[in-house]
């Protein structure tokens, strides 16, 4: 991961959005630094988004912003990005709905008949239950391991602008 300083001399274009109807909130916008213009940034929630703010942010994949996984706000330290709490959800919901899905298949009727038939229909739908929940896991580990990376480097900044490990941008 990148982290890279910025001030937002103007930001534009700023939409706050849901993932479906009770999902995770997250923010698309536009901003310009140092006379270059970024567009369709997107990062989790619904943060006030300034002129003249300074953030340290991360980059997942060094100079592209579409891969911004959080800042912090140098003013404030305050961290924008995963939510902690929205992820353990996310991952309850998932594996909750995997579970509830998978018994309804394995007392199927329809998959009984075709359980006598040949098991590939029920192993088939097993299989997509097993992927569902083996994806919200991954999701959450990815979200908690941003998180973590986001507390490091507000930790960094707390004790002082060289401990940052800025690569400028």
């Given at each position: 991961m990148?982290s890279?300083?910025?001030?937002?001399?103007?930001?534009f274009?700023?939409q706050?959005?849901?993932?479906g109807?009770?999902?995770?909130?997250?923010t698309?916008?536009?901003?310009?630094?140092?006379?270059?213009?970024y567009?369709?940034?997107?990062?989790?929630?619904?943060?006030?988004?300034?002129?003249?703010?300074?953030?340290?942010?991360l980059?997942?994949?060094?100079?592209?912003?579409?891969?911004l996984v959080g800042?912090?706000?140098?003013?404030?330290?305050?961290i924008?990005?995963?939510?902690d709490?929205?992820?353990?959800?996310?991952?309850?919901?998932?594996?909750?709905?995997?579970?509830?899905?998978?018994?309804f298949?394995?007392?199927?009727k329809?998959?009984?008949?075709a359980?006598?038939?040949?098991?590939w229909?029920?192993?088939?739908?097993?299989?997509?239950?097993?992927?569902?929940?083996?994806?919200?896991?991954?999701?959450?580990?990815?979200?908690?391991?941003?998180l973590r990376?986001?507390k490091?480097l507000?930790?960094?900044?707390?004790?002082?602008?060289?401990?940052?490990?800025?690569?400028?941008g």
């Amino acid at each position: 991961m990148q982290s890279v300083v910025v001030t937002f001399d103007r930001v534009f274009d700023v939409q706050r959005l849901t993932r479906g109807r009770s999902g995770p909130k997250y923010t698309l916008f536009g901003f310009e630094s140092a006379g270059k213009r970024y567009f369709n940034v997107e990062v989790d929630g619904w943060p006030e988004l300034e002129a003249g703010a300074t953030v340290t942010a991360l980059l997942r994949t060094p100079g592209n912003w579409r891969t911004l996984v959080g800042w912090v706000e140098h003013g404030s330290q305050r961290i924008v990005g995963p939510d902690d709490r929205e992820t353990r959800r996310s991952a309850l919901v998932g594996v909750m709905v995997a579970v509830v899905l998978f018994g309804f298949i394995l007392n199927s009727k329809r998959f009984a008949a075709a359980d006598a038939a040949g098991p590939w229909a029920t192993f088939v739908a097993a299989m997509v239950c097993a992927v569902a929940v083996v994806s919200m896991f991954f999701l959450a580990y990815r979200q908690t391991k941003d998180l973590r990376a986001l507390k490091a480097l507000q930790d960094s900044l707390t004790r002082g602008p060289s401990a940052a490990g800025d690569d400028g941008g």
